[in-house]
C-alpha cells in the first residue's frame, strides 16, 4: 500500500463507495436500458428537462412537509403528462412544448426556493440540485430506489414492443392499428420515474449523461435492439463505477481542495466514450468500406446515357 | 418603480428582449428548444468558473458559449442531434460542477447567472451589451433568407447553394453571441424562457414570416416589462414571472392555431354565414 | 452565365457512383448523363437507391467514390430546382406558400429583402402555372400533401433551372393531377433548355414523355431507353432472379417470375387500375 493512493481494496471497503456503486448500478442499468428508447425517440430534450423538474417537487415538496422522493417522482409524472397535453406529434412542436413546461417548471422552483425561508442558504440549495453528489446520499433510499427502478423497467416492458414498431415507422405503426399515444405516454411516465430517482439520487446533471450516453454510444456501435440495450446498460454501469473510482483516488493527488466531484468524473468518461466511438466508427468505414451486394454478373454494364 | 436606479434595469431588460425576441423566432421555426436551453446553461457553468478562479465572469460565459454551440452544430446528425446536446450540456454543466469544487468561497453571482436578477446593472456594463446585442441584430439581418431557408426546407436550401449544415453553425454561433450578451444581465433561466415561450406564441399567430418577428419582439417585450414590474412591485423572482408570462404566451398561441383549425374544417354552411 | 456543358456534352453527368451508409452499399457503380432539353426518369421500387442518387446528383450526399458534374446552384437561372420527397415543416411554421416560392428567387441572398412589383408579379405567375394560386397565401403546414408539392414545384420552377431533380413528384397526386403535372413538365422542357430527372416507383404515367431510364435495383442502374432497358433479359440480370415483363393493355408490369415479390420491394413496380 503505498502512500499516494489508496488500493482497490480499501475503495471497496467504504461504505459510501458500496451505496454509491450499488445505487449508481441501479440507476445506470434503468436509465441505460430506457435511455435507448429516449434517444431513438428523440426525446433527449424530455429526458433532461425531467430531471432538473424533480427539483420543482423537490422544493415544493419542502414547503408542504411531503418528503424529497415523492416531490421529486409526483413533479415528474406530473410534468410529463402536461408535456404530452399539450405538445404535438410533429418534432419541432414537441420541442418547444417541452421547453415551455420545463422553463416554467424552473420558474416554479425559483418562487420556491424564494418561499423555503427554512432552508440557511437557498441558493446553496438551487445549485446542489443541480449538481448533486453520489457519494453524499441518505442510505435510507436505497431499497426505494431499486423498487422504483423496476417499476419504471415493468411499465417499459408493457410497452417497448409498441414502441420499437413505432420507432421503425411511425405511419405504418399507426395503420397497424399500434396505439402510439397511449404507448408515448406511458413510456414518458416509465422514464419520468426513472429520471427523477436518478436526479434525486444523484443529481440532474449525471441523471441526464447515464440517461444518453451510454445509450448513445451503444447507439452508435450497433442497431440491433437487445444489443444496443444490454450494452447501454454495461457501459453505464462500467463508467459509474469507473467514475467512482477516480473521484476517490483523486483525494490523493488533486490538491488541497480535495477530490474531485464524482459527477464530474463520471460525466467527462461518458463524454470521451461517445467521442471516442463516433471517432473510431467513422474511421473504420473509412478505412474499410464493406461490399453489401455481389458483384454484377457478367454483361451487365451500366451504361452511359444513350443520347449523349 | 421608474426611479433612477431602476432605469437601467429597464434598459437592460429592453435590448434582452428584443434579441431574444428575433433570434427566438428562429429558435422556435427550427423546433431547438434545447438548444436554446443547452447554450445558455452550459455558458453559465462557464461564468460560474470563470467567477470562481478570479476572472471575468463574461470570458467563460463567451467561451463556453461558443465551445457548446460551436461543438453541437459541428457534432450533430440530422438522426442524433438532441443526443449530442445534451451530452455537450452535462458535460459543460459537470465542468461546473469541478469549478464549484475547486474554490471555497461561494459567490451569490452565482445564483444570479441561473435564475437571473435584473437590478444592479450597471452603465458600465449596457454599453458593451448594446453594441453586441446591435451587431447580432445585424447578423441576422443580413443572413436573413439564407437561414429561413435552411431553417424550414433545408434540402431546397442546398439547391440554391446554401449548405445547411453552415447555416446551422452560423446560427449556433448568433445564439452564443446572445447569450454572452444577456445571461449576465437576466441569468439563463430567463434567456431561455424569453427564446421560447413568447416567441412560439407569436409565430402561432401569424402566416407570415416578416410579420412574425416584430410580433415576437412584441411579445417578448411585453413579457419583460410585465415582468420587471410585477418583480418590482410584488417582491417575487423575476424568474418566476418571466416563465409564467411566456407561457401564457405560448398558451395564446396554441389556442389561436386549435381555433384556426377548427374554423378549417368546419361545415360548409357555418363558415358562409361569417 | 456559366458552361453548362462539361466535358462528355451533357447538363448533368455521374461517374461511377457508390454510396454506403455504415457499410452498407445502397449504389454501386451508378452512371448518368443528362444533356439538355432531356426528361430521365430513376425508376425503382422504395429502397432501391433513387432518393439516394437523387441526392448525391442534387450535391447534398457525398458518394464513397465516384464524381459528379452538376450545373452550379445558387444562380439567378440555370441552376438546380429540388422538389424533395416530403418536407417536414412544423404545421404551425410562419410560412406561406408564396413565400416559400419567393425564397425560390432570392433565398441564397444576404441581406434583408426587397422586393419590387416585377418580384412579385414572377411569383404570383409560377404559382399560377402549377395551379397553386388558390392556396398561394396559407401556410405551407396547412396545406395537403399534393398541394404541398405543387408549391415545391413551383419554389423549384422560378429560379430558371437548367436541371429539375424531383424525388416521387408523383405519389401524392390523383391520376388526373399527376398527368396534368407530367404535361406541364414535357411542356416546359420541350420549350425551355431545362432537363428534368424524376424518380418514380411507377414508371408507367412517365412512359410517354421519358427520353431515357435508369432502372434501379438493389443500388445497381441499367440505363437505356425504355424499350431498351425495361426487357426481361435485361432486368432480370439486374435483379439476379426470373423477371417477367407484362405489357397489359399498354401498361407495363414487372413481376418476379414465381409470383412472389421483387427483391428488396414492398409491391410490384406498377399497379393496376389506376388508367382512366
Redesign the interface.
Known sequence: MSADGASLADFFASPTVQGALVVGSVVAVVTGIIGIFTVMRRQSFAGHALADLGAVGGSGAFLVGLSQLWGFVGAGILAALLMEAIGIRRLQGRDIATGVVFGFGMGLTALFLFWDTTIDNTSNAAVSVLFGSLFVLDPNLIPTVIVLGIVALVLLGTVYRWLLIESVDHDLAVARGVPVRVAGIVFLIALALAVELSSLTIGAILSTALLIGPASTALQITRRFGLAVALSATLGTAVTWAGCFISYESHYWAGPRGNWPVSFCIVALTFLLYLGTRIAVALRHTIRPSTGLPAAPPGLESTAGGGS | MFAPFMTNAWIAGTIVAVIAGVIGFFV???????L??AVPHGAFAGAAGATLLGLNPLIGLGLFAMAGALTISV?ERHA?N??????????M??????F?????Q?S?E??AL??GQILGVSVAELVPMAILGWLCLLAI??????L??AS??P????????NPRTMTVVFGFLLAAATTTSVPIVGA?LM??LL??PP?GA??M???????IPLSVLFTLITMWSSIALAYTIN??I??????I??GF??I??LA?WLRRRA?SAPIGVRSSA | MSDLQDASGGVLSARRIDVSFSGHRVLSQVDLTVGAHEFVGLIGANGAGKTTLLRVLLGVLKPSSGLVHRPPRGGLRGGIGYLPQKVSLDPDAPLRAWDVVALGIDGGRLGLPVRNRRFHERVDEILDAVGASAFAMQRLGDLSGGQQQRVLLAHALVSDPALLLLDEPLANLDPASARDVVELLDRLRRRTPLSIVMTAHDMNLLLPVLDRIVYLAGGRAVTGTPDEVVREDVLTQLYGRSIRVLRVEGRIIVLADEGGRLPNEEHPVATSGERS
Do not use: E, K, Q, W
Not at chain 2, 438532441?82 to 458535460?91: G, P, R, Y
Not at chain 2, 454543466?93 to 469541478?98: I, P, V
Not at chain 2, 464549484?100 to 471555497?104: E, G, L, Q
Not at chain 2, 401569424?206 to 412574425?212: D, F, L, M, Q, V
Open positions: 422556435v421555426i427550427r423546433g431547438n428548444a434545447f436554446a436551453h457534432l442524433r438532441d443526443a449530442i446536446t445534451a451530452l455537450a450540456l452535462v458535460t454543466l459537470g465542468l461546473g460542477a469541478l464549484v469544487s475547486r474554490s471555497t461561494y451569490a452565482i445564483f441561473l435564475f439581418g443580413v443572413v436573413y433568407r439564407p429561413l431557408l424550414t426546407l434540402d431546397t436550401a442546398a439547391a440554391r447553394g446554401i433561466l431561455f424562457a421560447v415561450g412560439a409565430s402561432s401569424t402566416r407570415r414570416p416578416i410579420i412574425a417575487l423572482p424568474g418566476f414571472f418571466v416563465t409564467a411566456g407561457a405560448y398558451l398561441g396554441r392555431a378549417r
